[in-house]
């Protein structure tokens, strides 16, 4: 039968008859009469359960299996059918019913071993001990004999329990035949050991010894050995241990024992006086313990004699796996096999064990798993081709989980075993391409407290695992760079190339950062000085990258690195290199740069010149204007950036681009595809903007496309980009008053794409991209910049026509953003300005003199309909005039004056100056404002705040209260009792027109004499 063809039947009648065979096993035991011969019988069905279980896990089924298997279940079955006779103790079994029950379970256990004999020799593949087993237990079985009807009316008539069974096996003169491993006879009724029926390839635990003089030949497990391996000696068995001695020693009772097993029995007598020898029981006088080197030599010798026949038996009894201690004592004496001849290891692997010893790495006892490992780092020493040979047997994965083992002596033997495998050089790479392994490894390595055996051992398998390169990078990647640090310093060329390359793609954990550059710095700057193009090349990446890290910047200073850079960039011209250094040196210096450190005195060369330098700056401009490529005008950029952080600095770089006009190829950058540098010029420009901006200006409405094109709506709110954010705000920095600007803007119909856009954003949130508010920010500054030019008709019609006045009266409270607020106040602030020259007087047309009925006339005079601004004296709107009374935009400026942001309540303030100028009516202006309490306002901020700026809005205002706000504001005024401190802090502190303002109000508040009226 093939292995492909359905085995539900096979697999259906093995576990109905392994389920029968264990239900047989508990039976006999709990039988009392002819004990021993029941017993018997149920060794002999447990022995037979194993070799179905072997035919059942077989490669392929023989063709006969279904009749062998169901000639077993009937015997089986008749034997179930016997013991339910035996156990139902009705009535007493005469002495011929019992005599009658035996034969029959004899004449079962023959016709199984006649059964187990038909099984053909194809069936065990390779096993080939598996099929000496079973056909020396079919001999065995079809030969049973449990005893004549002579010698059982014999036993009842003496009323005695009969000859001892290792008894009758010494008064019979029938040969058997013998294990190594058997399964102990000596079982109870309280603790049956062969009673848990296993699964496949399983066994339960069955006491085992090594005696031939101690086992009953009807209990052998294993092939016949007699024939392989010499008779062992009484003497070669320590009586403590009952194993063969490695190290016998003679006591003064003269018996011997294991040094060992008779040392720990020492210790027990450590604090008596008297001392016992375990098997005699005579005091001892001393403790000397004298070596049996005649024993000794007489066991290594029957050892080398019989080691080939003990590997054979030992693989027998794996490939059994009858019982834990069965396996356990297999491998340990295969331990001791290995230990004693290298050879040996040889012809252990070559006997087959290794795929054995690889399963039982998931055995269920610990310390299986624990023999097994170490059984395997025996056969791997000193020996690459063993190694070899391991590696592709087993996965090295598992023994990698096996250091994550909650049980110490697991981690500790496959810490053992992985440091075994870990000296050939081969499986280093191996090992180290295990995912998880070489963390795993390292995290051992860092916990010394916890277990330092441990630890020193995955130090060493880590030292082990250095030999590969690409083990050295998947330390780094862990966070071990000790390693790649000692091969970029002490490496040879080569070897340097590669750590360099290594760590130039690595990322560094932040407790490494400074370290790295420490160390690295030095062999990276030689590499850059005297390497090859290779060498070079990867010098300057990892350079870049640890640049990258901010930290870093002032050691990479102190390591001479600008210098290096700076003559890269600027000095080195070698023809025929093939890499473009330029750029790595440009991405280095701009990298550091941006690290924050002080850059105007920061020297760049060895003629003395510095960052902040004329030299420093035309040269990068230099670069920048002829058409370097975009990576290269990137790093470029990022370096003026830096550059303009500082007021001196700034002066050179914006003469620098006046000089050489440079300002045409940056305006040029902003229509490039390359989003960084666009980003990043724009970013730039808007730097420069206050110091050049006309000129920028000239230059962004001669170029193709602007300035429209920095006004791109995206397409959904959640798609705007940095570069959306920039350019806008760059629109929003250019000079406000520059009507060109306005009027191109105008032009390409921008406004209407800007409302749009604003209140999308509005209803979306600005937590809705990234740059979302950025954004916003930028196009509401648009909107401020056409309010700076309301005297030209387009503008003000503009103006007019989207009422920007209501447009930022509601930015003003409908927004989280300070800067909005405040470009809102500004907004209002440029159109109440404006409020005065537009606020006209009615005009009212003269009608015709006519009679018309009294009921027409009434209200037909439009005066009546006509609201008078009384502020502005005239007619006002918020759309028309941008009146922020009509607006009810007072309210909301009175609401920012409490605002934290110092430079929102000072755009309010501002705004709210322009209802109280000369050019308006003061005195109703006055009386609005205090009808909503507005010097309340303005005197928590001038007490709250004392930028010189807001000091002198705030107190202007506030002597427009005491001059024309009658004596409610003189009283409110006068009544705040920490607003002369404020006064006298503004006198001595403010400037000019600070001083004055404090004066005046001082003196109008009778806290200073008034000189004028002397």
Same mark, same amino acid.
């Given at each position: ?117 038909? =099984? ?67 079982? #109870? ?35 016949? *050995? ?91 009894? %794996? ?7 069965? *396996? ?29 010893? *690889?399963?039982?790495?998931? @055995? ?57 495998? #870990? ?78 390359? @290594? ?118 401009? @230099? ?33 620098? =681009? ?86 191109? !803007?105008?032009?390409?119909?921008? *406004? ?37 030019? !309301? @005297? ?38 440029? !159109? ?122 705030? %107190? ?59």
């Amino acid at each position: 039968m093939s292995i492909k063809e359905d085995a539900t039947p096979i697999i259906g009648l093995s576990e109905s008859m392994l389920a029968s065979i264990s239900g047989i096993t508990v039976a006999v035991v709990c039988i009392e009469m002819e004990k021993e011969n029941f017993i018997e019988f149920g060794c002999y069905l447990y022995r037979a359960s194993l070799a179905i279980m072997e035919l059942l896990t077989a490669e392929s089924h023989p063709a006969n299996a279904i009749e062998i298997l169901r000639t077993l279940s009937k015997n089986v079955d008749l034997a179930m059918d016997v013991m339910k006779r035996c156990e139902e103790g009705m009535e007493p079994i005469s002495d011929n019913e019992l005599i009658s029950i035996i034969a029959q379970l004899e004449e079962v256990i023959k016709h199984m071993g006649d059964c187990l004999s038909l =099984i053909p020799s194809s069936s065990f593949g390779d096993q080939e001990y598996a099929e000496v087993a079973i056909r020396s237990l079919s001999k065995e079985m079809q030969n049973a004999k449990f005893g004549t009807s002579q010698t059982l009316a014999k036993t009842y008539e003496l009323n005695t329990h009969g000859l001892s069974l290792e008894k009758q096996l010494k008064e019979q003169e029938v040969s058997t035949e013998k294990d190594l491993y058997p399964i102990s006879v000596e079982v #109870s009724a309280e603790t049956p050991q062969f009673l848990n029926m296993p699964p496949a390839r399983k066994s339960s635990s069955s006491d085992i010894t090594r005696k031939h003089g101690k086992m009953r030949s009807s209990l052998t497990t294993l092939p016949q *050995v007699d024939q392989y391996v010499e008779p062992l000696y009484e003497t070669f068995f320590c009586p403590l241990t009952q194993k063969i001695m490695d190290e016998p020693v003679t006591i003064g009772s003269g018996v011997t024992y294991e040094r060992k097993a008779i040392t720990e029995w020492f210790e027990k007598f450590k604090n008596s006086e008297e001392i016992i020898c375990p098997t005699t029981g005579k005091k001892l006088v001393s403790t000397n313990l004298n070596t049996n080197i005649a024993l000794k030599s007489t066991i290594e010798e029957w050892k080398e004699r019989n080691e080939s026949a003990s590997i054979k038996v030992a693989k027998a009894a %794996l490939s059994l796996a009858s019982s834990e201690s069965m *396996v356990l004592e297999a491998i340990k004496d295969l331990q001791s096999i290995c230990k004693r001849k290298q050879y040996n290891r040889i012809e252990v692997l070559s006997v087959g064990v290794l795929p054995s010893l *690889v399963k039982f790495l998931d @055995y269920k006892d610990r310390d299986v798993r624990c023999a097994a490992l170490e059984l395997l780092r025996l056969l791997a020493e000193e020996d690459d081709d063993c190694k070899e040979i391991i590696s592709k047997t087993m996965s090295i994965s598992t023994v990698i989980k096996m250091l994550s083992s909650s049980h110490q002596s697991i981690r500790h033997a496959s810490l053992l075993f992985l440091l075994e495998l #870990s000296r050939s050089l081969s499986l280093c790479k191996k090992i180290g391409s295990v995912t998880g392994g070489i963390l795993t490894l390292i995290s051992i390595k860092y916990k010394p407290s916890i277990d330092e055996f441990a630890s020193e051992k995955a130090d060493e398998i880590l030292r082990n695992l250095e030999r590969s390169p690409n083990n050295i990078k998947r330390m780094a990647e862990c966070g071990l760079l000790e390693p790649l640090l000692n091969q970029l310093t002490e490496g040879c060329e080569e070897t340097k190339m590669e750590m360099a390359s @290594y760590l130039g793609e690595i990322a560094l954990g932040h407790d490494s950062e400074t370290s790295v550059a420490e160390r690295a710095s030095s062999p990276l700057i030689k590499m850059i000085q005297f390497g090859n193009t290779l060498s070079r090349r990867e010098a300057f990446k990892a350079l870049a990258r640890i640049s990258s890290y901010g930290t870093n910047g002032k050691i990479l200073v102190e390591a001479g690195v600008v210098q290096i850079m700076v003559e890269e960039m600027f000095t080195r011209r070698i023809c025929d290199e093939p890499m473009n250094s330029k750029i790595e040196a440009a991405a280095i210096l701009a990298n550091i740069f941006e690290s924050g450190l002080d850059l105007e005195n920061l020297q760049v060369n060895s003629h003395g010149h510095i960052v902040s330098s004329n030299y420093f700056a035309y040269n990068i401009i @230099y670069m920048l204007k002829n058409s370097s490529p975009d990576e290269l005008n990137i790093n470029h950029i990022r370096i003026l950036l830096c550059l303009t952080k500082t007021p001196k600095s700034t002066a050179i770089v914006v003469s620098a =681009i006046k000089t050489t006009e440079a300002s045409y190829n940056l305006t040029g950058f902003i229509n490039n595809p390359n989003e960084e540098l666009a980003v990043l010029t724009i970013k730039l420009l808007g730097t420069l903007s206050p110091y050049m901006g006309h000129i920028l200006v000239e230059r962004l409405c001669k170029t193709r496309g602007q300035p429209e094109n920095l006004i791109q709506r995206p397409t959904d709110i959640t798609q705007i980009t940095e570069r959306h954010a920039v350019s806008a705000k760059y629109l929003a920095q250019l000079p406000h008053q520059n009507l060109t600007l306005n009027l191109a !803007l105008l032009s390409k119909n921008v *406004v209407a794409t800007i409302l749009q856009t604003i209140n999308q954003i509005q209803r979306s949130g600005t937590r809705s991209s990234r740059y979302a508010s950025a954004y916003l920010e930028g196009l509401v500054g648009i909107l401020v910049r056409f309010t700076a030019t !309301l @005297y030209d008709p387009q503008m003000l019609f503009l103006a007019r026509n989207y009422n920007f006045t209501l447009v930022f009266t509601e930015l003003l409270m409908k927004t989280s953003s300070d800067e909005v607020q405040r470009l809102s106040a500004i907004g209002l602030e440029n !159109l109440s300005s404006e409020s005065i020259s537009l606020s006209k007087p009615p005009q009212i047309k003269k009608a015709k003199s006519m009679r018309l009925p009294k009921f027409l006339a009434f209200g037909s005079s439009k005066r009546s309909n006509i609201q008078v601004c009384a502020v502005h004296r005239g007619a006002c709107s918020s759309q028309n005039t941008f009146c922020l009374i009509d607006a009810k935009a007072v309210e909301k400026l009175l609401a920012c004056l409490d605002h934290e942001n110092v430079e929102v309540a000072e755009a309010a303030l501002s705004a709210i100056c322009t209802l109280l100028d000369d050019k308006v009516d003061v005195d109703q202006s006055v009386n609005m404002l205090s009808e909503v309490n507005a010097i309340k306002h303005v005197l928590k901020l001038v007490k709250e705040h004392q930028q010189e700026g807001l000091w002198q809005k705030s %107190l202007w205002v506030i002597e427009k209260f005491l001059v024309k706000g009658g004596d409610k504001s003189s009283s409110d005024i006068s009544q705040d009792r920490l607003l002369p401190a404020t006064l006298v802090s503004a006198f001595h502190h403010g400037d000019g027109n600070t001083r004055q303002l404090a004066e005046k109000i001082l003196m109008h508040l009778n806290k200073m004499p008034n000189f004028s009226t002397c």
